[in-house]
């Protein structure tokens, strides 16, 4: 059985920085692209970032690009995104994701395999 867990959200101040770590088990996506994405209440879930397979690319939306940064550990079937500088608006429920396909990494629909989300609350 395939599960994906999200860990490291919290309360932060403006500015202040957090760390999510996403595990995956059940089988190994280490050929497999990885996103996280965020859904903020009343919102439609949203693009964050993603990573290929072998770690050569990144994608990042224009509202966390210079301040977010996605990496993965393929040894360890994780998926990380450390996020700096962060700002109120940045609040929502993170999630991490598979991409099975799809057109492009930004294309929500290419993804399988979600995690349960953590939250992410930044105070002004």
């Known amino acids: 059985q395939v599960q994906l867990v999200e860990s490291g959200g919290g309360l932060v101040q403006a500015g202040g920085s957090l760390r999510l770590s996403c595990a995956a088990s059940?089988?190994?996506?280490?050929?497999?692209?990885m996103g996280w994405f965020r859904q903020a209440p009343g919102k439609e879930r949203e693009f964050v970032a993603a990573?290929?397979?072998?770690?050569?690319?990144?994608y990042y939306a224009d509202s966390v690009k210079g301040r977010f940064t996605i990496s993965r550990d393929n040894a360890k079937n994780s998926v990380y995104l450390q996020m700096n500088s962060l700002k109120p608006e940045d609040t929502a429920v993170y999630y991490c994701?598979?991409?099975?396909?799809?057109?492009?990494?930004?294309?929500?629909?290419?993804?399988?395999?979600w995690g349960q989300g953590t939250q992410v609350t930044v105070s002004s």
């Open positions: 059940g089988r190994s996506f280490s050929t497999y692209g």
């Open positions: 990573i290929r397979w072998a770690g050569g690319g990144a």
């Open positions: 994701a598979v991409r099975l396909g799809g057109y492009t990494y930004t294309d929500i629909s290419g993804y399988s395999y």
